[in-house]
């Protein structure tokens, strides 16, 4: 199983040079991957942008959003032309997680409706990846610049039955948005079953994220910004809180875990914005 780490662009005050350093920690210690999670409502650095900035100090290390919410971004071509940016400017190692989110006040305040957005969250795929593949749009030709001998890996992420289907229809695979590993196989069987009723050939890609801390007082510092931004969300907030592996041994024991039950990829996300996080998540899992 890969082990990823995710950027702290999350963590309410993450400095800038934080955020880059950690993107070159990450890189020379060999993660898979760099991941970013998703909000407009809330003092985080915007995902693709964040993804761009770790792209320009990094070699060789996965870009990966776990995921964009899509539909509250109205403009599939925008959203096309700023991914296959990234997939070009990083040398293809983008793979762009994507979902249909659940907040209403994201889609408020962004101005767009928070109903039906399911059907135009699949409209928005299907016209990105005709976009990637190069099709024609104007006088100009196509939106590029062009990926399409090499487009965005694309992983599906959600909790509804639906998300399952989308993936096998339009993705490369599924994310878990942060449960425990005993929930992983249920979602990977409705994956497998999705991908063979779409007569897809070959493995999806089966990740999940999962929230670490290796600071000080790990409970402490997991309660002040993983459970802050969570509060939207009142007592699964406290789940999710309950949920980080906190220390050590029970990070060790994480990966483990989500690799005993056939994660392909494991996304952990911090509880601070200490680079020296990296520094001890590689000396643990790698």
């Known amino acids: 199983m890969k082990v990823a780490i995710g950027l702290p662009t999350t963590i309410p005050g993450a400095e800038g040079h934080e955020v880059t350093e950690w993107a070159r920690r990450a890189d020379a210690a060999g993660f898979s991957g760099l991941g970013t999670i998703d909000r407009l409502v809330y003092p985080n650095y915007d995902s693709l942008v964040a993804l761009g900035a770790a792209a320009a100090v990094t070699e060789r290390i996965g870009l990966i959003t776990a995921i964009v919410i899509l539909p509250m971004r109205q ?119 999705a991908w063979r009723e779409e007569g897809r050939e070959g493995e999806p890609r089966k990740m999940s994220l999962t929230y670490f801390s290796l600071d000080a007082d790990p409970e402490a510092q997991a309660r002040k910004t993983i459970g802050n931004y969570y509060a939207f969300a009142d007592e699964y907030a406290e789940m ?22 056939g994660c392909d990829e494991l996304v952990m996300f911090p509880a601070s914005s200490n680079p020296e996080q990296v520094d001890r998540l590689a000396a643990a899992v790698l």
């Open 75 to 193: 403009n599939a071509a925008v959203v096309a032309k700023q991914a296959a940016t990234i997939q070009k400017l990083s040398g293809g190692r983008l793979m762009l997680g994507v979902a249909a989110g659940g907040r209403p006040d994201d889609y408020e305040a962004g101005g767009a409706p928070f109903e039906n957005r399911g059907r135009r969250f699949e409209a928005m795929i299907d016209d990105m990846k005709r976009i990637w593949a190069g099709e024609e749009r104007g006088a100009a030709g196509s939106i590029g610049p062009d990926v399409s001998d090499n487009p965005p890996t694309l992983i599906l992420g959600g909790q509804i039955d639906a998300t399952f289907r989308r993936a096998a229809r339009y993705g490369d695979g599924y994310i878990a948005g942060g449960g425990q590993p005993e929930y992983f196989p249920s979602a990977v069987g409705k994956l497998e079953a």
């Open 240 to 261: 999710v809180v309950a949920g980080v592996a906190k220390g050590e041994d029970a990070v060790k024991e994480r990966v483990r875990a989500f690799e005993d039950v």
